[in-house]
């Protein structure tokens, strides 16, 4: 599925949505779908870099810090 992002005009927006849904073949995503989307994806990419540095430090590829350092950093 691609995506489009259209900037439209105040007066001619609900003339333009209507015609979008209209269409059986386009679906209307709204902002809070997308924050929601966008969020999940963020958190994703953060588990996923969090486990790539467990796994470095379990190789001794990284040096770990303990939670008491990391406050401290706050």
Do not use: P
């Not at 900037?7 to 924050?35: C, G, H, M, P, T």
């Amino acid at each position: 599925m691609k995506q489009i992002t259209i900037n439209i005009e105040n007066d001619k927006y609900q003339v333009f949505r209507a015609f979008l849904e209209s269409l059986d073949y386009a679906k209307i995503v709204s902002e809070k779908e997308q924050n929601k989307s966008r969020k999940k994806r963020e958190l994703a990419k953060s588990i996923n870099i969090g486990l790539k540095e467990v796994e470095l430090i379990e190789k001794g590829e990284l040096k770990s810090v303990s939670i008491k350092q990391m406050l401290d950093e706050i």
